[in-house]
């Protein structure tokens, strides 16, 4: 394990860990150093995107705001083993990042610990899904600019689809999707989009085609099965979005069965709201989300209530049965 500090409230931490097939994946953690954290913070990165360079502003604003927050590049991400950009099966990557949070949860000193999802565009998806796979673990959820359904602008004609769904499963790998330089519309700080381009572990190609045969397979299923989502949750959401659609965003929040929700739509603001934005807005936008959080905290954690009164019932039911024996 390898240790740096960001600064000196910071204290960045980085991991090898290996999935359940084997493969090698990158993990980091971001922790305050002159406080316990009042909770855990679980980062989810878009497509093609990586945890040390496209989170490390994320994860080191909230560790200043005192949580531990925790990231990992997926399978085909940034340090991540795997085929650069190949996203074989979207399940996976849910399953690798429960397995991975989890064991971060259930640790001795975490387990009193609020634990929330953070997912930015296809991390919201799954956030999601990790939100489905286990619909009473988390405690909140903030989801930026989520992928429930992909953009018109980008998606190719359903013909051309049609015809690279039935090739992706001949020539899985292969880059053809036709889409535009996403680059160009998510990132609205040329700097940004600079740093992008230079850096080794962000994927920079045309999507593959089993890669975007699993994104709009995923996309369309969460996009109809929004009102399942019952976690509380944040949505922040840039009204000039060319990636994500904020209409679909305002769907999820209306859809919802959650009963603590809330959406903010930014005008004028892009896809990526917490790297790519101008530094004005990128304030704006985090002074929101830790609001909400710092907001969850002081309500108490309700799920812990929950599972306490369960133990209890448990122990008193026991006891009873004990007794009339």
Not at 124 to 146: C, I, M, Q, S, T
């Amino acid at each position: 394990m390898d240790t740096t500090i960001d600064n000196s409230s910071v204290r960045f931490e980085e991991e090898y860990i290996m999935n359940s097939r084997g493969m090698k994946l990158f993990t980091c953690r971001w922790l305050p150093v002159h406080c316990e954290p009042k909770a855990l913070i679980f980062l989810c990165h878009g497509y093609a995107m990586e945890s040390t360079t496209s989170m490390k502003g994320c994860g080191t604003r909230l560790a200043k705001a005192g949580y531990g927050v925790y990231g990992m590049d997926y399978e085909g991400h940034g340090k991540s083993s795997g085929l650069a950009g190949y996203i074989p099966n979207f399940e996976d990557l849910v399953n690798d990042c429960s397995d991975h949070f989890t064991s971060i949860c259930e640790k001795k000193g975490n387990l009193k610990k609020m634990r929330i999802l953070m997912g930015e565009s296809m991390g919201g998806a799954v956030l999601l899904l990790l939100h489905r796979k286990k619909p009473n673990y988390w405690d909140g959820a903030v989801l930026v600019a989520p992928m429930c359904k992909i953009a018109d602008d980008i998606r190719p004609h359903p013909m051309v689809m049609n015809v690279l769904t039935k090739l992706s499963r001949v020539i899985p790998t292969w880059k053809i999707i036709p889409t535009p330089d996403i680059i160009d519309v998510a990132f609205r700080v040329q700097a940004i989009r600079d740093e992008v381009r230079s850096n080794p572990y962000c994927y920079k190609g045309k999507p593959r085609l089993l890669t975007g045969n699993q994104l709009l397979k995923v996309s369309t299923e969460l996009e109809t099965r929004l009102k399942e989502v019952s976690v509380p949750f944040l949505i922040v959401h840039g009204e000039d979005d060319k990636v994500t659609d904020p209409s679909v965003s305002k769907l999820l929040y209306e859809s919802a069965s959650s009963t603590d929700k809330t959406f903010k739509l930014y005008p004028g603001m892009w896809h990526s709201l917490i790297y790519g934005e101008l530094p004005e807005n990128i304030e704006i936008v985090f002074s929101d989300v830790i609001n909400w959080i710092d907001a969850k905290i002081a309500t108490g954690n309700s799920r812990l209530e929950i599972e306490q009164k369960r133990a209890n019932d448990i122990k008193t039911s026991a006891t009873s049965t004990s007794n009339y024996l």
